[in-house]
């Protein structure tokens, strides 16, 4: 409380000489850039590989010197891997080949010595397949997302009624159709119509969410039945679905990302499972904060998403930020 004036001024100032900042930091990257590599004998690329953390700060850093390379050579390359992920050939056989490729190429316009530089083929290869499997699961989420519900697929329905009774074990449904799904949070008496705006995605999440962690799931819905501070539970998992997805597309959510891919010891590569547990962690948390804020009404759910999401962002514009859910059912 005592630190929140010196945290506006901070701010203030932040956002007044921002633009200083920018302006000088781009005039003088080139001549940084030129003055480093001409007294350390180390392209970019290399600075970034062997100077900065494992994890998001290198991962960000080679992305990002991909991105604002002026060789016509080096674009010429990030086009061709942007494309291999469209296309979805970072899988299990095809990625070995063209990371090796694309460090040979690199090598070769950067002039890099492998001999002299072999952990640069590990550092680098690493980086840039964590990068272009995260664009091709992107893809594959807007795949999802954009598939609606359909009540005549067989897999869409039975998923449905498995989110039933894991959410509802000791209440059978009495129709596909009922005024019953009100009482796990959806809006009328057929939840397909709910999943309009995030399609196929929302339900996924949703079951895994009740699937994996059900005892916490169960809790979290009885969080949201309260008789005078409660949710709509499944509208809400939707929303959040929403705003996963968004954190996701727009970049935001990389610094979480990259620094779970270098965590993992089997599958370096962010895939699905991830992003449904990103998922359920911000399901998690934003019940703890809805339950802290205990509205009056459901009116004031804009106003605590809004906190919620602010706050989110905030976290994850640190770049050794890493979400965990603390849980003894975290490994599924």
Not at 150 to 169: G, Q, R, Y
Not at 243 to 249: E, I, R
Request: net charge positive.
């Amino acid at each position: 409380m005592y630190f929140q004036p010196l945290l506006y001024i901070s701010n203030w100032l932040r956002w007044l000489f921002s633009p200083v900042y920018i302006f000088i930091k781009k005039i003088s990257h080139p001549f940084i850039k030129w003055m480093l590599r001409r007294t350390t004998g180390l392209c970019e690329l290399q600075r970034t590989c062997y100077c900065e953390l494992s994890g998001a700060p290198r991962i960000l850093g080679v992305e990002d010197s991909l991105k604002k390379s002026k060789s016509a050579k080096v674009q010429t390359l990030v086009q061709f891997l942007d494309l291999a992920a469209k296309e979805k050939r970072f899988s299990t056989t095809g990625s070995a080949q063209i990371i090796r490729n694309t460090v040979e190429t690199i090598c070769c316009i950067k002039m890099i010595h492998l001999d002299s530089h072999q952990p640069f083929y590990k550092l680098f290869g690493e980086c840039v397949s964590i990068i272009w499997c995260l664009k091709q699961l992107l893809h594959d989420l807007e795949s999802i997302r954009t598939t609606g519900y359909d009540s005549s697929n067989a897999e869409h329905e039975k998923k449905l009624l498995e989110l039933w009774n894991l959410l509802m074990p000791m209440t059978e449904l009495e129709s596909r159709v009922s005024n019953s799904w009100k009482d796990i949070g959806f809006q009328g008496d057929d939840p397909k119509t709910d999943f309009r705006g995030m399609g196929i995605l929302g339900l996924e999440n949703l079951h895994f969410f009740a699937k994996n962690y059900p005892d916490v799931a169960l809790q979290v819905l009885s969080h949201s039945n309260h008789p005078k501070h409660g949710y709509s539970f499944a509208i809400v998992g939707i929303n959040l679905t929403h705003l996963a997805y968004n954190l996701w597309k727009d970049g935001t959510a990389k610094s979480h990302i990259y620094n779970l891919c270098c965590h993992q010891l089997q599958v370096p590569c962010p895939t699905l499972l991830h992003f449904h547990r990103f998922y359920c962690y911000l399901f998690i948390e934003f019940d703890k904060l809805w339950i802290t804020e205990k509205p009056l009404t459901i009116m004031e759910f804009g106003r605590i998403r809004s906190i919620f999401e602010n706050d989110i962002r905030l976290l994850l514009s640190n770049p050794n930020c890493l979400f965990k859910l603390n849980l003894p059912v975290e490994h599924v």
